[in-house]
């Protein structure tokens, strides 16, 4: 997790807060580890920086390490923060609790650095686990007022104008869009920050066409180590590719690589299962209407 992960430790001792430091930076290696000498500087360090975990000495001048973690819990609620502490005991580890602390370690020897580093390294993945379930419900709880849009679209427009506007404001796709099949060629329905002047693309071309022939979902990480891949634009980087049953493709594409993970894709599919829904519905209701002619 190193090259990922943002700690701040905060004690008002200068060589012991560097100790701490270099010891972290050894057992979580590509780690950014900043420092601070007191809650003050801490809480100026965290305007500035983005931080996954914050450690924090007990006895320090002015604001301790209890009345730090409950400002950083007004802040934050979920913010991993371990009191690293020299001082221990019964009443300051019940207080920390209380308060919200993460994890409670005290200092007993350079092994404790380990432990801590450990510690740190599971406070944080349970953090992100936690805060990526959160967002994945928010946007499943989207995605159904999504589908209720779609199950009341008048026409093929409308589905795929209310399709775009929440693959990019809840899944956060910046370059998207939709396409369907004509005369053997993709034509773009509705799309988001695609090239205006791209052209289109036969049904047998690029990872669009090879979703929409196998009927499966496609996820490039790179596409420049993809065979399939035909980039409109030499900016574009990994994509993914969604069948929408029979009436074509969804893509959403990004400018770097491996931008787009399983949940991206399944979140994607979600959604294109409505389109195609709603895009079947919209058929059917056009047939009865010329039966009854």
């Given at each position: 997790?190193?090259?990922?992960?943002a700690?701040l430790?905060?004690?008002?001792?200068?060589e012991?807060?560097?100790?701490?430091?270099?010891?972290?930076?050894?057992?979580?290696p590509?780690?950014t580890?900043?420092?601070?000498?007191?809650?003050?500087?801490?809480?100026?360090?965290?305007?500035?920086?983005?931080?996954?975990?914050?450690?924090s000495?007990?006895?320090?001048?002015?604001?301790?390490g209890?009345?730090?973690?409950r400002?950083?819990?007004?802040r934050?609620?979920?913010?991993?923060?371990?009191?690293?502490?020299?001082k221990?005991?019964?009443?300051?580890?019940?207080?920390a609790?209380?308060?919200?602390?993460?994890?409670?370690?005290?200092?007993?020897?350079?092994?404790?650095?380990?432990?801590l580093?450990?510690?740190?390294?599971?406070?944080?993945?349970?953090?992100?686990?936690?805060?990526?379930?959160?967002r994945?419900?928010?946007?499943?709880?989207?995605?159904?007022?999504?589908a209720?849009?779609?199950?009341?679209?008048g026409?093929?427009?409308?589905?795929?104008?209310?399709a775009?506007?929440?693959?990019?404001?809840?899944l956060?796709?910046?370059?998207?869009?939709?396409?369907?099949?004509?005369?053997?060629e993709?034509?773009?329905?509705?799309?988001?920050?695609?090239p205006?002047?791209?052209?289109?693309l036969?049904?047998?071309?690029?990872?669009?066409?090879e979703?929409?022939?196998?009927?499966?979902?496609?996820?490039v990480?790179?596409?420049?180590?993809s065979e399939?891949?035909?980039?409109?634009?030499?900016t574009?980087?990994?994509?993914?590719?969604?069948?929408?049953?029979?009436?074509?493709a969804?893509?959403?594409?990004s400018?770097?690589?491996?931008?787009?993970?399983?949940?991206?894709v399944?979140?994607?599919?979600?959604?294109?299962?409505?389109?195609?829904?709603?895009?079947?519905?919209?058929?059917?209701?056009?047939?009865?209407?010329?039966?009854?002619?």
């Open positions: 997790m190193g090259d990922d992960l700690v430790c905060v004690d008002d001792d200068p012991i807060v560097d100790l701490t430091a270099t010891y972290l930076r050894r057992e979580l590509g780690a580890v900043r420092t601070a000498t007191g809650a003050e500087e801490g809480l100026a360090v965290l305007e500035s920086h983005s931080v996954h975990c914050i450690v000495d007990y006895e320090m001048p002015g604001t301790n209890l009345e730090f973690l400002t950083i819990r007004e934050d609620p979920d913010l991993p923060f371990v009191l690293f502490t020299g221990g005991s019964e009443e300051i580890a019940s207080e609790i209380s308060a919200g602390v993460t994890d409670y370690l005290q200092k007993q020897g350079t092994e404790q650095y380990e432990l580093a450990n510690r740190i390294d599971n406070a944080v993945s349970q953090w992100r686990a936690e805060r990526d379930l959160q994945t419900r928010e946007k499943l709880a989207q995605l159904h007022e999504t209720i849009r779609l199950r009341d679209a026409d093929e427009d409308a589905v795929f104008e209310h775009v506007e929440a693959a990019n404001q809840v956060a796709f910046d370059i998207c869009g939709f396409f369907t099949v004509e005369d053997g993709f034509v773009p329905e509705e799309v988001l920050n695609f205006l002047d791209f052209e289109r036969a049904v047998d071309e690029g990872v669009v066409g979703t929409y022939r196998t009927k499966e979902s496609i996820r990480d790179d596409v420049t180590d399939a891949a035909t980039p409109v634009e030499e574009f980087r990994s994509c993914i590719s969604v069948p929408v049953g029979d009436h074509g969804f893509q959403a594409i400018t770097e690589a491996g931008s787009f993970d399983e949940s991206d399944e979140l994607a599919e979600l959604l294109v299962a409505h389109v195609a829904g709603a895009l079947d519905r919209i058929e059917y209701e056009r047939e009865l209407e010329r039966a009854d002619e």
